[in-house]
């Protein structure tokens, strides 16, 4: 019965320890403690659209799309074409040209550009010098995009093949806006322009004497009316806007310019209206039937603001003798009970010269572009006396800002406006149409083409839906676009024509617009071509935006809501439920943390708390059932890293969504002071890790498995000998085929252009507690352009992933690069390590110079020795001091590479004294031990000696004496004179003496162990049991023949536990492993080694007796 008992726990043993064993022996054997895969970078390429541009990103003319600031449009004779000039900021002067003549995928091709000098195009302006509707002279101001720029006007020459560059002006200060008209005199023709600055504006005509008007109040807006014959005279008209909304007329006098007086081309009529707000833009319209009472012309003057549209005329007084009036028709947009953020207004008449029955279209940033219906009577003899009304038509929504409508085209009517051209930031050059305009209910304006120069990427999510790879991309602009990133260069993916309606977006007072921050987005759960966006907008809270069809046809932007904050919307974050709601956290800065439900099915936002606790929430992340909970981890700038537990109340539990709990947190201090800034977590295995980057661009490491008992780990770079730059933001990466873990990285330099510092880079964080550089991407190696600022990835595979990188110019300009790479995880990868030593065995005091050979992995190595002593020589050198006692030394080195991967070499020397030394052995009772008597760095060669020995008779009892490989056919005579006392000798007896100085083994003492009573049966010994064996120092005139005058080293045999191989008075696991390595070969022992471990006595080591140590350890 008791062997019945015994034998399955013996089998357990024997399974859990064949398991341990085989797992350390493998790797052993292969020189390697542990494998690692690896993420390496390569192959970035740019965001290239339209297909028809060079393939070099980096190139001057791909640099040539930037942010779009201004446009002005030339309608050719063919009334399907049309050429947009484009002021792009940092990217120059671009020239579009539209012709449905190009096909599908050349709609709108860019001709050429101007973007060889180092200009920051501003806003561009069209003149004509015959007095035609077609421009032939462009104005662009510009600025060289210094830390303090100077401010340019170039003046260029279309001549439809080309921009030729004419003249420039160097302007004092910055200039705010620009109109272009014609001067036209009997000689030849003259383009005059008016640039407007901070509080100083003048006009010029081709760059010769200026006139200005000066005024404490800044100008914010400016327009030119030429040619209007309001009082029976043809004048010229400057309107300007002020700061604090007044708005005044002045008369140009053009014969007035260039004369002596520089303040004489400005008359002040006297003229002045205000508005509510400032003004932005001034556009107008002129013509003889805007007051059909008379026939002179007038002005309808729309002043558009950050609130709406207001209408002024511009008419005579109606009896002589005639002078101008500035008639104040009223806020055109108050009826709406919103502000609308107005940023240009395009009057376009329909067929209407009265402006009464036509179209006012208007750029309204994050509204999109808005299409009014004009209304009213130009006939003050009716009963509405000269009335101006406008009503809302629809809107074309934008993913970005509607900056400026730049002009339309074809016939327009009633029913029907063939295209509209409308620049927007971060979104390029649209046409739209409308459609069925004058049916109430049906009118859409639609997207005919588009041109996307692409701002900077801002943020980046990576997907995989079905077969194909996207990223969704927030930009500088808060644009919103979506790539297919399966293509050599990302492509942009545009809503398809039957959806790209203005239906998708109403003018209502849901959508405001703001400062992009952050993103959040997630594929819905149950249908997974649908992508859920969420956009931070600072002080304008948060967006939320719907792309449905992802990969059909039908791909649109759908489902627009909008929720407004107290404080500035920061980071953004959260998680979709089964039910198919989310959780969302804000962080709001000063204001704390705010968390949200929100509802796709009815796009609706519903408040569940607010917690508030002083300094600033920069960042958030959202944890869903982590160990049973959710738990919100907040980058709470100087305080440090918190965590919430927000889990909501399930069948009458306690909700903590709507009464968050702050269960633990860890201080700014406990991570050196840095301020969090982002935040990211991730499940490793079976644990948590929080990745935060502090203001100082470092990454710091986290340990969050216990959300209430947080504990810090590491910092990345944890000093100054690894300089990646500041951490703009970072990607986390589970490769599980490997069980490892990467963080991908975007950097930059605060304070260097190196190249090095514009990096693309892994980091293994496997171990977050030792964080490790792995490969580096360098983003526009060619100069110093492009700065990286977001970065995305998403898997193909299960060792592949595409990378996405967001980056901008000086790393915050509107000019955007997107590029891709690839990233690729190798697999296991095994460090190789050997090691040669010069000299052993070595002598105590002794330097021994090591040389390492490393390969495999991906470079640099990291070396860690031990002894921790041994020194780098250099050169490939180190170097190592033997000991003063004599025995085995072990020297290992542990070789680490870039990923984390490990190899390992060992190597044993021996460390003997110079002259006559016995050695150390172990032995059990009862058993037999050889011990060797050695020479070494002895002065003369040796091939006779003889010595006196003293042996410990208590414990020992002697037997013999043979030689060995070193003496072999020599005549050894021993002389047992009395208990304890040995004379012994040796003969060479012709064969090859021992030569000088070498080390050599003379005989083998061998001696029985005596039985020791009181042994015990236990794991350890309670004391050290040892028979000392000496050369007897009484007597060292004994010393014969060649050893005459060498020092004498005595040695002893040391009683240990069957079974205690490493002879530390205990038996462990570790002597059960030493043993079953040793049955392997793959650990050298000694023979009195390997008698020590021949637990069962069958004359041999083997697993059997691995266990049986094992056993006796865990009894």
């Not at 930009?475 to 024509?497: H, K, M, T, V």
Request: charged content about 20%; overall charge negative.
């Amino acid at each position: 019965m008791g062997a019945m008992r015994t034998m399955p726990r013996q089998m357990g043993l024997r399974a859990y320890f064949w398991a341990t064993a085989l797992w350390v022996t493998t790797l052993l054997m292969a020189d390697v403690t542990t494998v690692h895969s690896a993420a390496l970078l390569s192959g970035l390429s740019g965001h290239e659209t339209p297909v028809d541009q060079v393939s070099d990103p980096f190139s001057d003319e791909f640099r040539a799309p930037g942010e779009v600031i201004s446009g002005v449009l030339n309608i050719d004779d063919d009334p399907g074409n049309a050429t947009a000039f484009i002021s792009t900021y940092g990217g120059g002067l671009v020239a579009l040209r539209y012709s449905p003549s190009y096909g599908d995928n050349r709609i709108i091709d860019r001709e050429y550009s101007y973007g060889n000098k180092p200009i920051y195009a501003l806003e561009v302006r069209g003149a004509n010098s015959t007095g035609s509707s077609y421009i032939d002279t462009l104005f662009l101001t510009a600025t060289d995009g210094n830390a303090t720029p100077s401010y340019y006007i170039y003046e260029f020459s279309s001549n439809g093949t080309g921009l030729s560059p004419e003249n420039f002006i160097s302007l004092p200060s910055s200039p705010l806006d620009l109109t272009c008209s014609r001067k036209v005199t009997a000689t030849a023709p003259k383009v005059v322009f008016v640039a407007l600055e901070q509080g100083v504006f003048g006009w010029n005509a081709s760059f010769t004497n200026n006139d200005t008007l000066t005024s404490t109040v800044s100008p914010t807006a400016i327009s030119f009316i030429d040619d209007l014959n309001a009082t029976g005279t043809s004048k010229d008209y400057l309107v300007v806007g002020w700061q604090g909304g007044e708005v005044d007329v002045y008369e140009v006098k053009r014969d007035k310019i260039g004369d002596a007086n520089v303040t004489n081309g400005f008359v002040d009529l006297g003229l002045t209206g205000f508005v509510d707000g400032t003004p932005r833009v001034i556009h107008v319209f002129q013509s003889e039937q805007v007051d059909s009472n008379d026939t002179s012309s007038e002005a309808l003057i729309f002043v558009g603001t950050e609130k709406g549209i207001h209408l002024f005329e511009l008419d005579d007084n109606g009896s002589n003798p005639f002078k101008e009036v500035f008639e104040d028709k009223g806020d055109l947009t108050g009826w709406l009970d919103i502000d609308i953020d107005v940023r240009d207004i395009h009057a376009e008449s329909a067929g209407y010269e009265s402006m009464r029955d036509g179209f006012l279209i208007v750029a309204a940033g994050s509204r999109g572009t808005v299409l009014f219906k004009t209304s009213g009577d130009a006939n003050p003899g009716t009963s509405l006396s000269d009335s101006f009304y406008i009503q809302y038509v629809t809107t074309f929504g934008t993913t970005s800002q509607a900056l400026e409508v730049v002009g339309t085209g074809g016939t327009v009517n009633a029913s029907k406006i063939p295209r509209i051209y409308v620049a927007e930031a971060g979104g390029g050059l649209k046409v739209i149409t409308g459609e069925n305009l004058d049916s109430p209910g049906q009118a859409s304006l639609r997207l005919l083409h588009e041109w996307d120069p692409g701002a900077t990427p801002l943020r980046i999510d990576a997907y995989k839906i079905g077969g194909s790879h996207y990223a969704l991309i927030m930009d500088l602009e808060g644009g919103l676009r979506l790539y297919d990133i399966d293509a050599s260069i990302p492509r942009l993916i545009r809503e398809s024509d039957s959806n790209s309606t203005s239906g998708a977006v109403i003018l209502d007072s849901s959508q405001s617009s703001g400062q992009p921050m952050d993103l959040f987005s997630a594929i819905d759960s149950s249908n997974d071509t649908t992508i859920h966006s969420f956009i931070s907008l600072g002080q304008g809270g948060i967006s939320y935006r719907a792309l449905k069809g992802i990969g059909t046809p039908n791909f649109r932007f759908d489902d627009f809501s909008h929720f407004d904050v107290v404080g500035e919307a920061l980071g953004i974050h959260g998680f979709q439920n089964t039910s198919g709601d989310f959780t969302l956290s804000i962080a709001l800065g000063s204001q704390g943390v705010k968390f949200l439900g929100f509802d796709p099915s009815t796009a609706t936002f519903e408040v569940k708390s607010t917690v508030v606790l002083g300094g600033s929430a920069r960042d958030v992340f959202l944890i869903h059932d982590q160990g049973g909970e959710d738990y919100a981890y907040v980058a709470y700038g100087a305080l440090g890293l918190y965590v919430f537990k927000i889990t909501p109340g399930i069948s009458g539990s306690q909700d903590f969504l709507t009464n968050p709990e702050l269960v633990g947190s860890l201080s700014s201090e406990a991570m050196g002071g840095a301020i969090a800034t982002k935040v990211k977590v991730m499940k490793q295995g079976s644990r948590y890790y929080a990745y935060v980057v502090g203001n100082d661009g470092r990454l710091y490491s986290l340990d969050v498995t216990n959300p209430s008992s947080l504990s810090f780990l590491g910092i990345y770079p944890a000093n100054n000998t690894e300089d990646p730059g500041y951490i703009q933001d970072i990607y986390l990466i589970e490769d599980s085929e490997n069980e490892k873990y990467y963080c991908l990285c975007a950097s930059q330099s605060q304070s260097s252009q190196s190249d090095s510092r514009r990096l693309l880079f892994t980091l293994n964080v496997t171990d977050p507690s030792n964080i490790l550089m792995g490969s580096r991407l360098a983003v526009d190696p060619t100069s110093p352009i492009f700065y990286p600022i977001s970065i995305g990835a998403v898997k193909t595979g299960p060792y592949s992933l595409i990378g996405i990188v967001g980056a901008g110019q000086n790393g915050t300009g509107p000019l955007g690069l997107l590029g891709k790479f690839s990233t690729v995880l190798t697999g296991v990868q095994q460090i190789q390590v050997s090691l040669s030593l010069d000299s052993c065995p070595a002598s105590p005091g002794e330097t021994v110079f090591i040389t390492p050979v490393v390969s495999g992995g991906y470079t640099p190595y990291t070396y860690n020795w031990s002894p921790v002593d041994i020194k780098d020589e250099g050169t490939g050198i180190w170097s190592w001091t033997a000991p003063q006692g004599p025995g085995s030394y072990e020297i290992k080195l542990e070789v680490t590479d870039s990923d984390g991967n490990r190899g390992v070499s060992t190597r044993t020397c021996t460390v003997e004294y110079a002259g006559l030394t016995i050695d150390e052995r172990i032995a059990t009772p009862n058993s037999t031990v050889k011990v060797p008597v050695k020479v070494s760095g002895v002065g003369n060669s040796i091939d006779a000696w003889g010595m006196e020995i003293q042996y410990d008779s208590t414990y020992l009892d002697f037997l013999r004496a043979e030689s060995t490989d070193d003496t072999l056919g020599w005549s050894i005579a021993v002389e047992d004179e009395s208990r304890g006392t040995l004379r012994i000798g040796g003969l060479s007896n012709g064969h090859l003496p021992i030569a000088q100085g070498v080390s050599a083994q003379l005989c083998n003492l061998v001696f029985s162990v005596k039985d020791v009573g009181g042994y015990g049966t236990g794991t350890c010994l309670q004391q050290e049991i040892s028979a000392n064996i000496n050369v007897n120092p009484l007597n060292p005139s004994q010393l014969m023949g060649d050893l005459q005058g060498v020092e004498m080293h005595g040695g002893k045999v040391k009683i240990v536990l069957p079974g205690d191989i490493d002879g530390d008075l205990c038996v462990t696991p570790q002597d059960a492993l030493n043993s079953f390595l040793g049955f392997l070969g793959v650990l050298d022992l000694r023979e009195d080694q390997k008698a020590v471990g021949d637990v069962d006595g069958d004359g041999q080591i083997s697993p059997e007796d691995a266990v049986m140590i094992l056993d006796r350890y865990l009894r």
